[in-house]
């Protein structure tokens, strides 16, 4: 047999001398860079405002951001995936590269139009939300800055050094403004105006660096291949919904039932759980250029591969996940603050999601997606979405932010195993 000394040299050589394993790890590194910018970076500002804007204010903002979220996932659609694939294929030619780029900048402004009417039509018919319509409005503004994101154009030309400097610009724009100009629970109002115009910014210069920089050309896209495009990405987006559905749903439903402070109790820790999940999807992202490419050439060869990354990822996010249980008390009194320790209950209930999670995106989006099972993998999806909505119904009237919590990680339970079981039946993993 040979020793860990000699395996470990020979999988480094490898490395070294592949050119597919070595673009995976440059995306794994720039991602991660990406990641912690995202993620941490706002930790500097997170603490400061769950304290300044109190549990009802700020529970008010997460609720606000919740509903506008629907209209964010509109923008998007399935263009992070779908326009990932569109470009990992045809990144030789600038030429196609530029009119894809362009058709999927248009269809997401034509879908942020559609929109900002749905919204506009539901804060004047529904009493909760017309009483606080400026908040949604400024929410929305959000969703301008997504529609002009290109960050799934840099995944695909595998160019992340640009998505570095556009994260580090805008975060660093908003964490100054924060500073400056959130001083009391009532200036909760501006905080979504000074994440959208910071975004925009840094958005606008991506879009500016792609064209003038890079040299692909941005024109204004035929109505055919803007409608090509929504049509491209609709299984991804009903997917996506899907995924919205019971994890945003859960949000919108605990405002309605449970209040905003009980929002603002669960969106506090939900957040801290977020920045552990951030971490799984960056290495979703980093994989899934090469997971298509890959699984084109051999899907025996791809399995083994996605066998070996499950048993590593399960490891590590079950025990960040048991490390958060044990320490949920200390976690909300550093982060939060003393106001936030009812709270408590609800980290330890959702502390297991980053070991469920990591399983499903593996499953999900690095196997069956490539692999073709969309339509699969949507039905997984939209069950989960059921179960979530029940769960949800039956669960919040009663517990409050600690329904919630049961709901999340009961539905993700479901989703993980569902995929495990899909993949094993199909391919015998």
Known sequence: MRSLKETTKSLINKVKNNKDYQAIIENFTALSILNAINYILPL????????????????????????VAYFTLLTSYGFYLT??????????????????LSSILGAKIFLTFVGFLILSLLVFSIPM?????????????????????????????EKMRYMIILAIVSKIMYIIAVFLFVKSGEDYIIVPLLVSITAFAANALGIRI?????????????????????????????????????????????GFLGGTSAVGYYSAVQK?????????????????????RVIAQSEKDALKLFKNLTYLIGACSLAISIVIFLLSPLLVKLILGPKYLPSVPTLRILAFLPFIVSISQIFGILIMVPMGYKKEFMK????????????????????KQNGTAISSVLTETFVSLSMLVFVRKIRAL
């Open 83 to 100: 326009g990932v694939q569109q470009i990992a294929l045809r990144r030789e030619s600038k030429e196609e590269s530029g009119r894809i």
């Open 272 to 292: 801290i759980i977020s920045i552990l999940l951030g971490f799984f999807v960056l290495i979703q992202q980093a994989v899934f250029p090469f997971s298509n």
């Open 129 to 157: 939300f017309k009483r606080n319509a400026l908040i949604y409005f400024l929410c929305f503004t959000a969703v301008l800055s997504e529609a002009i994101n290109p960050n799934w154009f840099f995944r695909g030309i």
């Open 210 to 254: 792609a064209h003038s920089v890079l040299g692909y050309k941005i024109t204004i896209p035929k109505l055919g291949e803007v409608f090509w495009q929504i049509k491209d990405g609709y299984t991804i987006f009903l997917s996506q919904v899907a995924i919205n559905l019971y994890t945003n749903t859960n949000t919108v439903l605990l």
């Open 44 to 67: 500097v500002t997170f603490p400061y405002l769950v304290r300044v804007l109190g549990v009802e204010k700020f529970g008010l903002l997460s609720f606000a951001q919740s509903v």
């Open 380 to 399: 997984i999806l939209w069950s989960a979405s059921i179960v979530s909505i029940i769960l949800s119904l039956l669960l919040v009237p009663a517990l």
